[in-house]
């Protein structure tokens, strides 16, 4: 693992990054109003089960830091992004922003360490399933994007596959129940895609009443398409995750994603 720091220039991104795929830019636009509230939470999760933690649990406690570093490089690079979402019309988003970040603000002052490590993991998990979904099927989605914000997703993703471990390693260190854990996954789960369908479809069906999209057939056959194979996909996969022998060191990390990051290191390298 290593801090990256990665800058990227929205300056001339648009909310249809990817014009031949309207629907799924606004579907992963939607996904991006999730991390500014998200990443800070999980940053915060991961400083209160740092302190839970032995002092045996050094090296442990090394990865926590590098994961916080990079969750706070992903969040800040999306509500970059994301000021572009505002400055175009989509005024609406910062009302569902705020009612996420309220979720998250009662899941810290209301509920235990062992609900928010477990929701955290979940959401972890997770991300490892949708990181592989883009780095071996996803490139129908992503040839003709906006190289600034197909560049975000990728090293975003990335970076996620390369600090899977954190998470799950820290709760089964704290807590180790494989129910409870489940437990986590299936709320952070519904939690999480039923606020992004709920935002994506506010994005797209404003295009559609505006005009950016044209409500035709083509429109609901890209969403359509898009939809079943990512949730078919997720769906068939995520089933590894809740097997009780579950341990995501056990995954290898794609070798499109180690490219993205051996330009990431080049890049940072360079900087400095």
Request: net charge neutral; glycine share 4%.
């Amino acid at each position: 693992m290593k801090h990256r720091k990665v800058r990227i220039d929205f300056s001339n991104a648009l909310p249809h990054w990817n014009p031949a795929e309207p629907e799924f830019s606004q579907r992963q636009n939607a996904a991006s109003t999730v991390l500014p509230h998200l990443e800070p939470y999980l940053n915060k999760v991961m400083k209160l089960a740092k302190d839970q933690l032995a002092d045996t649990d050094a090296v442990l406690k090394d990865e926590i830091a590098l994961f916080i570093k990079q969750e706070a490089n992903h969040y800040k690079q999306h509500q970059a992004f994301n000021r572009m979402l505002y400055d175009n019309g989509y005024e609406k988003l910062k009302v569902y922003e705020a009612g996420l970040q309220q979720d998250y603000d009662q899941f810290l002052k209301q509920r235990s360490l062992k609900f928010n490590l477990a929701y955290s993991e979940g959401f972890e998990s997770s991300g490892i399933v949708v990181a592989e979904f883009f780095f071996k099927h996803a490139s129908r989605w992503l040839d003709n994007a906006d190289d600034s914000v197909k560049k975000l997703w990728l090293w975003h993703l990335a970076e996620e596959f390369e600090h899977r471990t954190v998470c799950y390693d820290v709760y089964q260190r704290l807590y180790g129940s494989y129910f409870y854990r489940i437990y986590g996954l299936l709320y952070a789960m519904v939690h999480l895609f039923s606020y992004g369908g709920r935002v994506g479809r506010y994005l797209i069906t404003q295009d559609r009443e505006s005009g950016c999209i044209v409500n035709d057939w083509r429109s609901r056959w890209r969403l359509l398409r898009f939809q079943v194979f990512q949730s078919a996909y997720l769906g068939f996969k995520m089933l590894r995750v809740l097997s009780p022998f579950y341990d995501p060191a056990n995954y290898a990390m794609p070798k499109a994603a180690e490219q993205v990051l051996a330009e990431a290191d080049l890049a940072t390298s360079t900087e400095n």
